[in-house]
């Protein structure tokens, strides 16, 4: 699944393995289609979700429900208007390690064409500065045993593959 | 760090392997305590956490801390009026696939002289009851990667190892 993003003067550059300056922010709700594209781009994505024209609602409601839960929020970045990485960010706190608080990434992703431009790194980094000030002592996520590459990079920017991610598809009834 | 529970009268029967039933109920702030020393009755936690009487108010403020931001919470598992499990729920709503709903199972633990009972099971079952009521399609947790006992625990109940759990820790200055 293509992602369609509005191309910009200087593709070339962005092909590359040059790094382009985003700005990383809070999603807006009209980010959700862009968001839902980019979901989308992926080889596991692809099968996983709708990309329609007007965006499918389902999609508006559960941005809606995030910006309801505190601590719970989606970031992207954005260059010259088109939003071409995403990343989800969610502080927990719990009791284990002294009441330490700990941040999850998840749906971390960056459009094809924007690949290798260091555009997840600019995410991941101001997730980590976020988590910082909101008090984490720990920043976890899980990748797909078969993304070997996104494994390369989180490694180079300071996680360690310390543990086992296990999942249960609850979808069926019992 | 052994936990100093109180006993009941048939402890052998709870050595061996047979189940005993639990009742599985959310944490109440009197029982941080006893929480706290499940935590740190474990081969991990033992280093990690901090065994005091009365309990160390970093537990009670994130007690307090998870109370307040909903679906967070403890779910602990009671016999015969004393503490012998706990497991931590958290809800997390997200865009990706078409906005399912995950719940995120951490700090799963069961006092040393009950392992072997069934507790943990009753108490992830009730997790994964609460996550289903609550709309979520996929349940997930990460396992640290020496932890081969609990992880055929998860497979037995249905979990598949599918993703790597990586951590960086940010209790550094960057």
Redesign the interface.
Known sequence: MPCHLRTSTDDSAVMGAERIAVVVRPARRED?AA??RL?ADDVL?AA???VEDPV?P??L???D??A?????Q?LVAERDGDVIGCL?L?I??????????R??L??VRVSARHRGARVGEQLVLEA??Q??VAG??????????TRVDA?RF??R???????????????EQ?
């Open positions: 959700v968001i839902v979901l994505g996983r979700e709708r499918a389902v999609y409601r559960a941005f429900d995030m309801a839960q505190p601590g719970n989606l989800q969610t927990l706190t719990g009791l284990s390690r002294q009441g330490m608080r941040a999850l998840e749906a980590i500065a988590a910082r984490c002592g720990l920043v976890q996520l899980t990748s797909d045993a494994q989180y490694e920017l300071g996680f360690e593959k310390t543990h086992v991610g296990m999942k249960k598809s609850i979808t019992p």
